[in-house]
């Protein structure tokens, strides 16, 4: 009996256990955002892995603001020396109150969070994130950063509760030599 009841309190405790050990993380949205200073063209500096970009280099995100006020977002790069191009859309769901938060389709009407996270004074660095602790983007206006301004990215991340030792760096090479 005493054996039984130490298996219970062993699966019941299991449970409870990995959640007081999950890594938690702050993916809020900043508050002080201006869309038009964000609109452009960003580098991918780095990201976490996901299959929509595994394998890709030399990419880049370019945002534009459309009639309608929604946003056309152009990702490119080179995968396996072919040239992708993924169309998509942006919208803010509430720019009042929540500025920093868009939602992003490449696909028909669905839609994803992307929370700018922090971006520095002259919107120049950007650290993006997502609902899910999955996604993550360091994107620049340049191909290269600092390493000074990197640090206070992965500062920032770190912070947030994001591991940052699972950031792919993303090769910017032909884009630095094209400049």
Same mark, same amino acid.
């Given at each position: 009996?005493? *054996?039984?009841?130490?298996?219970?309190?062993?699966?019941?405790?299991?449970?409870?256990?990995?959640?007081?050990?999950?890594?938690?993380?702050?993916?809020?949205?900043?508050?002080?955002?201006?869309?038009?200073?964000?609109?452009?063209?960003?580098?991918?500096?780095? *990201?976490?892995?996901?299959?929509?970009?595994?394998?890709?280099?030399?990419?880049?995100?370019?945002?534009?603001?459309?009639?309608?006020?929604?946003?056309?977002?152009?990702?490119?790069?080179?995968?396996?020396?072919?040239?992708?191009?993924?169309?998509?859309?942006?919208?803010?769901?509430?720019?009042?109150?929540?500025?920093?938060?868009? %939602?992003?389709?490449?696909?028909?009407?669905?839609?994803?969070?992307?929370?700018?996270?922090?971006?520095?004074?002259?919107?120049?660095?950007?650290?993006?994130?997502?609902?899910?602790?999955?996604?993550?983007?360091?994107?620049? *206006?340049?191909?290269?950063?600092?390493?000074?301004?990197?640090?206070?990215?992965?500062?920032?991340?770190? %912070?947030?509760?994001?591991?940052?030792?699972?950031?792919?760096?993303?090769?910017?090479?032909?884009?630095?030599?094209?400049?």
């Amino acid at each position: 009996m005493k *054996r039984l009841i130490s298996y219970l309190v062993a699966a019941f405790s299991l449970p409870v256990l990995s959640m007081a050990q999950a890594p938690q993380y702050n993916n809020s949205p900043i508050s002080d955002f201006n869309l038009s200073r964000y609109l452009g063209t960003w580098y991918e500096i780095a *990201r976490f892995d996901h299959s929509f970009e595994r394998g890709m280099d030399n990419v880049m995100a370019e945002y534009l603001l459309r009639d309608d006020g929604k946003i056309d977002v152009f990702n490119s790069g080179w995968k396996d020396g072919k040239y992708k191009v993924a169309d998509g859309k942006a919208k803010q769901p509430d720019p009042s109150k929540n500025p920093a938060h868009l %939602e992003v389709s490449f696909f028909m009407f669905f839609y994803n969070d992307y929370n700018v996270m922090m971006i520095d004074d002259d919107y120049q660095v950007v650290l993006v994130g997502s609902k899910s602790p999955k996604y993550l983007w360091i994107l620049a *206006r340049t191909p290269e950063v600092s390493d000074n301004v990197m640090d206070k990215v992965l500062d920032e991340a770190s %912070e947030r509760g994001y591991n940052i030792d699972d950031l792919i760096w993303v090769d910017q090479s032909a884009n630095v030599e094209a400049l």
